[in-house]
C-alpha cells in the first residue's frame, strides 16, 4: 500500500477528522470544513476527504498569515502554490493481539505533573506534547526517585479507537522494558472501554516500529507527516462557523 492509498470508509483513514467530529468534538475549532484542536492541546487538524480551494483557503485563514500549518496524515495532494516545509513518511498500527496489562508501577498523571511531562518530552522528542495534551485522555507514568522516567498516554480519538502516544522514556532508564509495560498498561485501559488502540509513528524510526510488531501492533496503512505554508493570497477564505 503506498502513501496515498486509502482503505475506503474507515474512521482510520482521516482520524483527527473522525475524532473532532465524534469523542473529541468539544475540542474543534471550525473554520468552514477545516476542523483543528486548540494549538496548545494539538496539531493535529482535519481536511475533508478531498479539500476543495475554499477548503485550502479556510484551513490558512485558520492558521493566521504567515504560519506553518501542520497537515499529519494528510495523503491529499497539496496545492502547488503552498511551500511544503517538512514531509516524512509514517505509518499507522493497529492492536492485532497485545497482550494488554494493567501495570503496577504506573501512576496517573496529572496537571500538576505536565512541567515534567514537558521536560521529558524535550528532553525525548517522542513527539508533539503540549501544555494541554494531557486534556486528551489518560496518561501513565513511571517514576524512580521520584521522577518521571517514562510514559505514554492518549491522543486522538475516533469512536470505537483510541491512538497510543508520547511513549518516551529518560536515557538513563532505557532497556528495563518501561515503554513496553506503559504502552501495554495504556492498551489496557483502551481495551476496558470496548475500544481498540493504534499509533503513529515515523516510517523510519525502525527501532519502535519493530517494537510495536513485537508486542502486537500490525501495519494498518501508510500516511505522511507534512508541514505547508499557504500564500500570502489565501489570507482570508470563508466566514467562521461555530461547530455544532
Not at 35 to 46: F, G
Amino acid at each position: 500500500m503506498t502513501s496515498t492509498e486509502r482503505v475506503s470508509g474507515h474512521v482510520l483513514d482521516n482520524p483527527a477528522l473522525a475524532s473532532l467530529t465524534g469523542p473529541h468534538a468539544r475540542f474543534a475549532e471550525r473554520r468552514g470544513r477545516v476542523l483543528r484542536y486548540p494549538v496548545d492541546v494539538s496539531p493535529w487538524l482535519a481536511l475533508p476527504d478531498e479539500p476543495d480551494t475554499g477548503d485550502w483557503a479556510d484551513l490558512a485563514a485558520l492558521a493566521g498569515p504567515g504560519a506553518e500549518v501542520p497537515l499529519s496524515g494528510f495523503v491529499g495532494r497539496v496545492p502547488a502554490d503552498w511551500d511544503i516545509t517538512f514531509q516524512v513518511e509514517g505509518v499507522q498500527f493497529v492492536d492485532d493481539g497485545l497482550a494488554a496489562a494493567p501495570e503496577a508501577e504506573a501512576v496517573r498523571l496529572g496537571p500538576a505533573d505536565v512541567p515534567e511531562m514537558l521536560d521529558l518530552v524535550a528532553r525525548t522528542q517522542p513527539g508533539p506534547f503540549l501544555p494541554r495534551t494531557i486534556e486528551l485522555g489518560t496518561y501513565l507514568g513511571i517514576r524512580r526517585d521520584g521522577a518521571l522516567v517514562a510514559m505514554a498516554g492518549e491522543r486522538l480519538h475516533p469512536p470505537g479507537w483510541t491512538e497510543i502516544s508520547a511513549v518516551c522514556t529518560d536515557p538513563a532508564h532505557r532497556g528495563q522494558g518501561l515503554a513496553t509495560r506503559l504502552i501495554l498498561a495504556v492498551a489496557h485501559g483502551i481495551r476496558e472501554r470496548g475500544e481498540t488502540p493504534f499509533l503513529h509513528t515515523g516510517a523510519r524510526n525502525t527501532g519502535a516500529i519493530r517494537l510495536y510488531e513485537s508486542l502486537g501492533f500490525r501495519l494498518r496503512r501508510r500516511t505522511a507527516f507534512l508541514a505547508a505554508r499557504p500564500p500570502a493570497r489565501l489570507a482570508g477564505g470563508r466566514p467562521s462557523v461555530p461547530v455544532a
